[in-house]
T-cell receptor, first 109, second 114 residues
Framework: DADVTQTPRNRITKTGKRIMLECSQTKGHDRMYWYRQDPGLGLRLIYYSFDVKDINKGEISDGYSVSRQAQAKFSLSLESAIPNQTALYFC????????FGQGTRLTVV | AQSVTQPDIHITVSEGASLELRCNYSYGATPYLFWYVQSPGQGLQLLLKYFSGDTLVQGIKGFEAEFKRSQSSFNLRKPSVHWSDAAEYFCAVGAIGGYQKVTFGTGTKLQVIP
């Protein structure tokens, strides 16, 4: 099993819909992150969490929310999806290095 | 605020040639530095990391990187590139201790030609 698992791997949704991306990890790390990847822009941090009670905004948090349900689970929600949120989303955990999930390719039409 | 600059968006090298990918960082204290590789359709895999000590670090797949504090650089090198090295490479910087965020560069896409 992968250390960091993201579901779904691919998703197409309509503008205005609410969608949740889920992430679970088996590393036992406290720190979890959601990044968004766009061509030419690298990975940009959306939200990060240092424990269940600690949630922090990253550089591009507008339009997104997160929930840390347990140490191992960190979900990302798009409350009302819009086309410019079409991207590849990565969840990661961190201790002395970042461990990434395989990514979720989200398309908003 | 910490930041990473990868000045080369796209690099093409011939198989067997040497490779150097550039990375410059900005961070006020001693940084963690990383290089990640992303093959098409895949997640990111750690190639190597620098925390302290020897400024020349060895990684997987024959890659190495050198930390130069005076130049705020952490360039990635490989003496002989293989076709399977074609991928996108990301340099990243993170904080030591306290709140840990990892900031990524915009990536360098490597093309390998026969």
């Amino acid at each position: 099993d992968a250390d960091v698992t993201q579901t779904p791997r691919n998703r197409i949704t309509k503008t205005g819909k609410r969608i949740m991306l889920e992430c679970s990890q088996t590393k036992g790390h406290d720190r979890m992150y959601w990044y968004r990847q766009d061509p030419g822009l690298g990975l940009r941090l959306i939200y990060y969490s240092f424990d269940v009670k600690d949630i922090n905004k990253g550089e591009i948090s507008d339009g997104y929310s997160v929930s840390r349900q347990a140490q191992a689970k960190f979900s990302l929600s798009l409350e009302s999806a819009i086309p410019n949120q079409t991207a590849l989303y990565f969840c990661a955990t961190l201790r002395t290095e970042a461990f990434f999930g395989q990514g979720t390719r989200l398309t908003v039409v | 605020a910490q930041s990473v600059t990868q000045p080369d968006i796209h690099i093409t090298v011939s198989e067997g040639a040497s490779l150097e990918l550039r990375c410059n960082y900005s961070y006020g204290a001693t940084p963690y530095l990383f290089w990640y590789v992303q093959s098409p359709g895949q997640g990111l895999q750690l190639l190597l990391k620098y925390f302290s000590g020897d400024t020349l670090v060895q990684g997987i797949k024959g890659f190495e990187a050198e930390f130069k504090r005076s130049q705020s650089s952490f360039n990635l090198r490989k003496p002989s590139v293989h076709w399977s090295d074609a991928a996108e490479y990301f340099c990243a910087v993170g904080a030591i201790g306290g709140y840990q965020k990892v900031t990524f560069g915009t990536g360098t896409k490597l093309q390998v030609i026969p």
